[in-house]
């Protein structure tokens, strides 16, 4: 079965199993302070996620992606300050809803690992070079539990390694003397240490190669159905995101420009941007065709224009683009913001 097909059946039974939202993110603006005006790298991001789902947020550089997982973790430094929005948490046991926005730093430590953790780009920016690989798991599981021993420690520490198909003994190893697949599968083996709702995965597979990219994908969907956690994971790879998220979010200029079910994103995209990404890969089962490529770069941040920041590359663009905002509408059970889906446009 590819990753895809198995992810489909996966998706539905998790939709069927459990619906119950886990994070909504709700309004969120992040801004870059300077001399001049502030940046917008995010504006009004609203989106739900539901326990055990697979979230995709897709975009070019420059899109918003990075900037939207660094305040939903809040691990964003000045510049960077989110200026609106809340990011309401529900716990599992039903206690009242957290907003990560306001929360404490004493609050959210307590919360990071045990109830959201983060995969990072470059598994060398999340080991510690001069720690045996074991010893950083120990780390986490002692701090979260003080109760537990260090040899109990360093047994979960094989234990999880093995989830990952990193044999037991590599326990023992400093991260350079594993290669760079093994290492991007122990952060995924550490982030799943305290058992966390929601993982949060940041271009995982970008630094690995094709064939430990799909084992990666696989080893992620084996683990989500084992142990339930919900995934937010970014990437500008939408062809990687069809394959594995059960609902993708495609970003544009710092704004959500198209949220929908993967299958909907591939069948039948509503927004032009949307469409050209699609059309940026070649499809895996039908004939060779001329890939379309989106013509143009992204805006700059600094000086957005007044209407749809993609008017100046939409194929589609028509008078009131340039003039007028599109904002998320609704649209069955997708949302797009774009003025060919507002009602009173005719088609
Ligand atoms: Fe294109 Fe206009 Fe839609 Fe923007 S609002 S994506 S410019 S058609």
Not at 148 to 170: M, N, P
Not at 322 to 338: F, H, S
Request: proline share 6%; aromatic share 4%; glycine share 6%.
């Amino acid at each position: 079965m590819t990753i895809a097909a198995e992810n489909r059946a996966e998706a539905a039974s998790v939709s069927e199993r459990d619906d119950d939202v886990l994070l909504e993110v709700e309004q969120l603006s992040v801004e870059y302070a300077s001399l001049g005006a502030p940046t917008r790298a995010c504006a009004d991001v609203t989106f739900s996620l539901r326990r055990g789902e697979i979230l995709g947020v897709v975009g070019e550089s420059g899109s918003g992606k990075s900037t939207l997982i660094t305040a939903l973790t809040r691990l964003q430094r000045p510049p960077a300050v989110t200026t609106a929005g809340r990011i309401m948490y529900h716990p599992r046991d039903g206690s009242e809803a957290i907003d990560l926005v306001t929360l404490t730093p004493k609050r959210l430590r307590e919360l990071r690992w045990t109830r959201l953790s983060i995969v990072l780009q470059s598994a060398m920016d999340a080991l510690n070079p001069v720690m045996r690989l074991g010893a950083q798991f120990v780390d986490v599981l002692r701090t979260h539990d003080r109760s537990l021993s260090k040899a109990a420690a360093w047994d979960q520490a094989r234990h999880l390694l093995s989830l990952v198909g990193i044999s037991a003994d590599r326990v023992r190893s400093y991260p350079h003397e594993l290669s760079g697949g093994m290492r991007q599968r122990a952060t995924i083996a550490l982030a799943l240490a305290c058992r966390p709702e929601l993982i949060v995965m940041d271009e995982p597979t970008t630094a690995v190669d094709v064939v430990m990219q799909r084992q990666i994908l696989a080893q992620v969907l084996r683990l989500r159905r084992e142990f339930g956690f919900a995934v937010v994971f970014v990437t500008h790879d939408l062809s990687l995101l069809l394959e594995l998220a059960d609902r993708i979010a495609v970003m544009y200029a710092g704004r959500v420009v198209e949220l929908a079910a993967a299958s909907e994103i591939y069948r039948s995209p509503l927004h032009p941007y949307t469409k050209g990404l699609r059309d940026s890969f070649p499809p895996l089962h039908a004939t060779a065709t001329r890939l379309e490529g989106i013509p143009g770069t992204p805006p700059d941040l600094r000086a957005l224009p007044a209407g749809c920041s993609f008017a100046p590359r939409c194929p589609r663009a028509f008078d009131r683009c340039e003039r007028e905002l599109p904002l998320p509408r609704t649209r069955g059970d997708r949302e797009v913001a774009c003025h060919l889906h507002d009602e009173e446009v005719p088609a």
